[in-house]
């Protein structure tokens, strides 16, 4: 792993986290337009003990969405969650508490939009991540599904 000074001159190893995302689509109507799950930033480096947030994001099509759901995973032995965050979340009620482990290495959130749905970009939660050990750490959503408001 590269090096490199810190902001008060410290050697710091370099963390690469890379997220990937998913294409969710709306039931399983064929006119049915597409929402996608996705993180910002959606990628990033970061120095060993640094704190930096990851917001799970939606970006719904024509269609107003009403619910999503999903689990996120995350190597535990690169990364740990410090906190998780609803403030500004379009999501209206939860379904289930977001919750996470640092242990197992993921999160998951599962929430519903009141009428009329949502349509547009939005933030579902952040995620703020502290890094532990060098390396490349992969965010990726295990699984993800995205409602239609019909």
Same mark, same amino acid.
């Given at each position: ?7 008060? +001159? ?16 709306? +039931? ?15 990628? +990033? ?36 969650? /410090? ?11 939860? /379904? ?24 547009? /970009? +939005? ?22 599904? /995205?409602?239609?408001?019909?």
């Amino acid at each position: 792993m590269e090096n490199f000074k810190g902001e008060k +001159g410290l050697n710091y190893a370099k963390l690469i986290v890379f997220f990937s995302l998913i294409l969710v689509s709306f +039931g399983a109507s064929a006119t049915a337009r597409a929402a996608t799950l996705y993180f910002e930033p959606n990628s +990033g480096s970061r120095g060993i003990g640094a704190t930096f947030p990851v917001s799970v994001m939606i970006s719904s099509a024509a269609n107003p969405m009403n619910a999503a759901e999903g689990r996120i995973n995350f190597p535990p032995d690169k990364l740990e969650i /410090v906190s998780l965050s609803k403030k500004d979340s379009i999501i209206n009620l939860w /379904v289930q508490e977001p919750k996470f482990s640092n242990i197992e290495g993921f999160t998951r959130f599962e929430g519903v939009v009141l009428n009329p749905g949502f349509s547009g /970009v +939005g933030k579902i939660i952040t995620l703020n991540f502290k890094a532990k050990k060098s390396g490349v750490a992969a965010i990726t959503f295990d699984s993800g599904a /995205v409602l239609a408001n019909d």
